[in-house]
């Protein structure tokens, strides 16, 4: 969707490595979450942002770190990657919780090697 | 949490109708069961949503029983692009509530 961007799509990292992902809107929605998604498992809840410096733990926090010093933008990092953090990443925004209005982004493509 | 269950896996064919199950056995009083549809290498998108009885837009019908303790999605007329994952959600409000679970791998033939 037009309102919400992930950078990169595709990445190939090392094992030990940082890497940041970036999840950018434009639609000035409160809410912003990140997910992973892996074969048989569905999509997972990493962190989610409730506003600027507002920040909570999903089901799968542990090895991620997140941060938002603006409202546009979810930042969601790997301290030091491991091949277990392989997966697709997606970033969703919405202006409530109810689960009618969350917009995904188109995901980021994550290799640990 | 409220935990959803659906089938692994569907087949059918175009234009007949399509009803994907979600059992969702402890449902709590304040949530909202969601629908949502994911294209392959693509975030999922919003569907549909209900509390309970019946409700219908342009793409689905929701059916809610009495108990709530399931969901029926129903895809009337399906076509080819209709093949896609469907997911179940159960939750209020809190994102961090909300299980997506593995979904509903829809394949539509010819």
């Known amino acids: 969707d037009a309102g919400i961007t992930q950078s990169p799509r595709h990445k190939v990292t090392e094992t030990g490595t940082p890497v940041t992902l970036r999840c950018h809107q434009t639609e000035n929605h409160r809410y912003m979450y990140w997910y992973r998604q892996d074969p048989g498992h569905g999509l997972r809840l990493i962190h989610y942002s409730y506003g600027v410096k507002d920040t909570d733990k999903g089901e799968v926090s542990d090895g991620y770190s997140v941060s938002r010093s603006k409202t546009e933008d979810f930042l969601l990092t790997l301290e030091s990657a491991t091949s277990s953090q392989t997966s697709v990443y997606f970033c969703a925004i919405s202006e409530g919780q109810l689960m009618d209005g969350y917009t995904f982004g188109s995901g980021t493509r994550l290799t640990v090697v | 949490l409220a935990k959803t269950t659906q089938p692994i896996s569907m087949d059918s064919y175009e234009g007949q109708e399509v009803n994907i199950t979600c059992s969702h056995n402890n449902i709590a009083t304040n949530d909202y069961i969601t629908w949502y549809q994911q294209f392959p290498s693509q975030g999922p998108r919003f569907i549909i949503q209900g509390y309970k009885t019946k409700v219908t837009n342009e793409v689905a019908s929701l059916f809610i029983p009495a108990d709530r303790k399931s969901s029926t999605l129903s895809l009337p007329r399906v076509s080819l692009s209709d093949t896609a994952v469907y997911y179940c959600?159960?939750?209020?409000?809190?994102?961090?509530?909300?299980?997506f679970g593995s979904g509903t791998r829809l394949s539509i033939r010819p």
């Open positions: 959600l159960v939750g209020g409000s809190s994102a961090s509530k909300i299980i």
